[in-house]
């Protein structure tokens, strides 16, 4: 079964820092896909980054990069360049396909807050 | 703006009674997908629709039950409703299917059981 760890609830950052937020990943499918998505106080859910299981590289978008190690199973996300904006709940999450179904699967979350 | 449309965005209701909550995917989009999300269970998968199948079920209650339409929206039924049943209800959806496509999530249903 796939399964998603967050081992940090909360961070405290000082703003324009740079911040690491962890997720280590279980599974045995050959292919599945890697997201964070940030959730601020308002609820939704805003899509940040993705990892595909085979691409080469690590994904970076703007400010978001993902530090992918396949090896260790393990799929972090840094944010460069911390502002007070980035204050929100941060959720890993894993897709893999199973004879035609999907879905994601969510870690617990790590409450980020950025400090001025 | 994700582009996928949820509504209506908070309802509160009694124990026992039945709600509905509409999901109107990204244009092009073919899979629809229930969550749930409460304070004890964290995210929860509930079930996964593809171009009007049924295509994954998660931890969903007998009680609830969900379709798509043929124009792609996608419904969610929840019925004898509990106060556990509380929680914020987010539908996503995503161009084809694979493990390497995006899913983007709607705002959210905010549903309080009194």
């Known amino acids: 079964a796939q399964k998603i760890t967050q081992t940090q609830p909360g961070m405290f950052v000082q703003e324009k820092e740079a911040v690491t937020l962890d997720c280590t990943y279980d599974t045995s499918d050959p292919s599945y896909g890697l997201f964070w998505y940030k959730q601020p106080s308002s609820g939704e859910m805003i899509f940040l980054i993705y990892?595909?299981?085979?691409?080469?590289q690590n994904a970076t978008e703007g400010r978001y990069s993902l530090n992918f190690q396949k090896a260790r199973k393990s799929a972090n996300l840094v944010i460069s360049a911390s502002q007070l904006g980035d204050s929100a709940m941060y959720f890993c999450a894993m897709r893999s396909e199973i004879q035609g179904a999907q879905k994601l699967v969510f870690g617990q979350g790590t409450r980020l807050t950025i400090n001025p | 703006d994700s582009g996928v449309t949820q509504t209506p965005k908070h309802l509160i209701t009694a124990t026992g009674q039945r709600v509905t909550l509409r999901c109107s995917p990204r244009?092009?989009?073919?899979?629809v997908y229930w969550y749930q999300q409460s304070l004890d269970q964290g995210l929860q998968f509930l079930i996964q629709?593809?171009?009007?199948?049924?295509?994954a079920k998660g931890n969903i209650l007998e009680r609830f039950s969900a379709q798509q339409f043929p124009d792609l929206h996608s419904e969610l039924n929840l019925s004898s409703l509990e106060l556990g049943d509380s929680a914020l209800y987010f539908c996503a959806s995503s161009e084809i299917q694979g493990a390497d496509t995006e899913a983007f999530f709607g705002q959210g249903t905010r549903l309080t059981v009194v």
């Open positions: 990892q595909g299981s085979y691409d080469q």
């Open positions: 629709y593809y171009n009007g199948e049924e295509r």
């Open positions: 244009s092009g989009d073919l899979s």
